[in-house]
């Protein structure tokens, strides 16, 4: 394993190149995209302790995202065998990469389930006109960039946060998940808020996440059992959608089904 050193806005990788390394971030952010028909397409953004291009080295495929140095970065850069013994068989990075590995197989499983949402909601529509073209998405609110988050608890949670919640969030990805029952056990699955519940329980243990992509902050789910809504929009379980960009000003988050009780306000400043 070595170090690198990349510049903010410098490349790491770019997506189809060979692959033949991972990287091991030690400080910095890192944004991962890919190319669409549309333009530039920001997956997620990650930081200090998440690893990224494994996936390439070990199918011994082109990358299939570019990597891209948001700020000063500094990274081991691991190769295949420092990947098996320097990561798979210590358990500082193992636990963190398990993690890292579980969240993105929830993701992918959530906007499995919503693409097939979307698929069964297209067929139940007749066609018109000889077209076969399912509803027409509702706008999703303007998202801006902004310098703060805030997310704080409501009536409707005041059980849960008996000395009321506020907490200003710096950090993206901000994680949000179920406080685990037994202290130490952390589930495989990194949280930057553990939300107190009680059987049966309305929060996964991932629950959801808030990102930055670009200039715009948007809410994701993360594959939770009950899913998420954002300003009245269900997000994973059975819906159509994964994520919902956060528009400026109150922003209404419930973790669950709507008549869940975590319902929490995330204010963007």
Not at 1 to 18: C, K, S
């Amino acid at each position: 394993m070595h170090r690198a050193t990349f510049q903010p806005g410098e490349l790491i990788f770019r997506e189809g190149d060979e692959s033949s390394d991972a990287y091991w971030i030690l400080s910095g952010r890192v944004e991962i995209s890919i190319e669409t028909a549309q333009g530039r397409n920001v997956l997620t953004t990650l930081e200090e302790g998440e690893i990224f291009g494994e996936m390439g080295m070990i199918d011994d495929l082109p990358r299939a995202a570019t990597a891209r140095a948001l700020t000063a970065t500094e990274v081991d850069v691991v190769n295949e065998r420092d990947f098996h013994y320097e990561v798979l068989r210590d358990e500082a990075r193992l636990l963190p990469y398990l993690d890292m590995l579980f969240e993105r197989l929830r993701s992918t499983n959530a906007m499995l389930r919503a693409e097939l949402a979307r698929r069964r909601t297209s067929d139940l529509i007749a066609p018109t006109d000889g077209k076969t073209e399912g509803a027409p998405m509702t706008p999703a609110p303007h998202a801006v960039e902004s310098g703060a988050i805030t997310i704080a608890s409501t009536e409707r949670s005041a059980n849960f946060h008996p000395h009321g919640l506020r907490e200003k969030i710096g950090k993206f990805p901000f994680r949000i998940g179920r406080q685990m029952e037994h202290e130490g056990l952390s589930g495989f699955g990194r949280v930057d808020l553990a939300v107190p519940d009680h059987r049966p329980f309305s929060v996964s243990r991932g629950h959801c996440l808030i990102e930055r992509k670009g200039g715009t902050y948007v809410v994701r789910d993360c594959g939770s059992r009950l899913g998420t809504i954002v300003n009245g929009t269900p997000l994973g379980a059975e819906a159509t959608e994964t994520s919902a960009p956060l528009k400026r000003g109150e922003n209404r988050l419930v973790l669950g089904t709507p008549e869940s009780r975590h319902e929490y306000i995330l204010t963007l400043a």
